[in-house]
């Protein structure tokens, strides 16, 4: 059964830090791409973040960039999504999920359940 199980999200204040994880099971991890979305309430979802199934490119929206981190050990088949100067419009609930090719190519297989993250001011 191929799984993707989000953790790590939570309640900050602005300014400050947490580190998403993504564990993978159930399909070849080393073979896909892993995204990163997020959904606001009444907004749609946004495409943040994604890295190669190499662990080379990297893809960030623009609204990120500089302040989130995208990794993956593939030996943990874990994707890690590290936030810092959180913003209160960067609450949302973050989801992952594995891209049909070893590329961010934008055709995503597999998702998770998503995990929140609330920004308070």
């Known amino acids: 059964e191929v799984q993707l199980v989000e953790s790590g999200g939570g309640l900050v204040q602005a300014g400050g830090s947490l580190r998403l994880s993504c564990a993978a099971s159930g399909f070849t991890f080393d073979d896909y791409a892993i995204g990163w979305f997020r959904q606001a309430p009444g907004k749609d979802r946004e495409a943040v973040s994604c890295?190669?199934?190499?662990?080379?490119?990297?893809f960030y929206v623009d609204s990120v960039k500089g302040r989130f981190t995208v990794s993956r050990d593939n030996a943990k088949n874990t994707v890690y999504l590290q936030m810092i100067s959180l913003k209160p419009e960067d609450s949302a609930v973050y989801y992952c999920a594995a891209d049909h090719t070893p590329f961010c190519r934008g055709v995503y297989d597999y998702w998770g359940q998503g995990t929140q993250v609330n920004v308070s001011t």
């Open positions: 890295i190669s199934s190499s662990d080379g490119p990297t």
